[in-house]
Every structure is written in structure tokens, then in C-alpha cells.
């Protein structure tokens, strides 16, 4: 009886990783972790160029924001969204890598209307992979 509790703890210890949680269970992340507010910038363009409405979106509020261990990391985000007071069309055709673009966006505020829609976002990272990553609207 013995061995068996104490190779069952062996085989539990062997599956938990540092913070204390099992291999493949989500991890809550900082919301406001600097790594949480680069995947939100990039979410934000990607989902401007995926949508046809004219006026640009802007991150209200992080939501929750969590790491899984898989093949890589899957980072899964849900955001409030607004629409923005700036046209797509002024923030798109300044150079991505511009300060223009920096700029414009800085200065995209939430309309006043108060109207704001959640999203999530799943984002496999593989840096063994040719693309390192992949980002999905659920």
C-alpha cells in the first residue's frame, strides 16, 4: 500500500511544473504584463484587417488572458472592443513600421456611444514553426 501512494505521488510531482500547476492546464496571465499588451496590439491590427467596417477598433479592456502548455504555448485572450473615432483607412495606409502608424493609433479613442462587443482570441505559439505563430478569432 505504501509503494502505491508513494509512486502515485511520484507520477503527480513528475506532471507538475514550477507554478505548481499540471502540464496542459490553463494558467491565468498578468492581464497588464507587457507580454499580454504585445499580443493585444497585434490582435488589434490583425482584427482590423479582417473586418470591412470602415472605422478602426480599439482595445477597451483585457478581460482575461491564459497559457496553456501544448505543442507550444496556447495564449487565449478576450477583449472588449469599440469602435474607434479614426478611420481604418487613416491608420492602414500609413507604413506598418512607421510613426505615423504608432501615432494614429495612440490616438484612437473609444466612441462616446459606449457600445463595445467581446472577443477571443486563441494564439498558438510554435517558434519551431515556419510562421513561430498562429492567431484565431473564436
Not at 492581464?31 to 499580443?39: A, G, I, M, P
Not at 487565449?76 to 510613426?99: D, F, G, Y
Not at 484612437?108 to 505559439?125: F, H, Q, R, Y
Request: aromatic share 10%.
Amino acid at each position: 500500500m505504501f509503494l502505491r501512494i508513494f509512486f502515485l505521488t511520484l507520477f503527480v510531482i513528475a506532471f507538475v511544473d514550477a507554478k505548481g500547476v499540471v502540464e496542459g492546464g490553463e494558467v491565468p496571465m498578468d492581464k497588464n504584463s507587457k507580454e499580454v499588451k504585445q499580443f493585444v496590439e497585434e490582435i488589434m491590427r490583425k482584427y482590423n484587417n479582417e473586418i470591412s467596417d470602415p472605422n478602426y477598433y480599439v482595445s477597451v479592456k483585457v478581460l482575461k488572458a491564459t497559457e496553456q502548455m501544448v505543442a507550444g504555448s496556447l495564449i487565449r485572450i478576450k477583449l472588449q472592443i469599440a469602435k474607434s473615432n479614426c478611420k481604418k483607412i487613416e491608420v492602414v495606409t500609413a507604413h506598418p513600421k512607421s510613426c505615423d502608424t504608432l501615432y494614429l493609433t495612440a490616438n484612437c479613442i473609444a466612441e462616446d456611444n459606449g457600445s463595445t462587443k467581446e472577443i477571443n482570441v486563441e494564439i498558438l505559439l510554435q517558434p519551431w514553426m515556419h510562421a513561430g505563430y498562429v492567431y484565431t478569432f473564436v
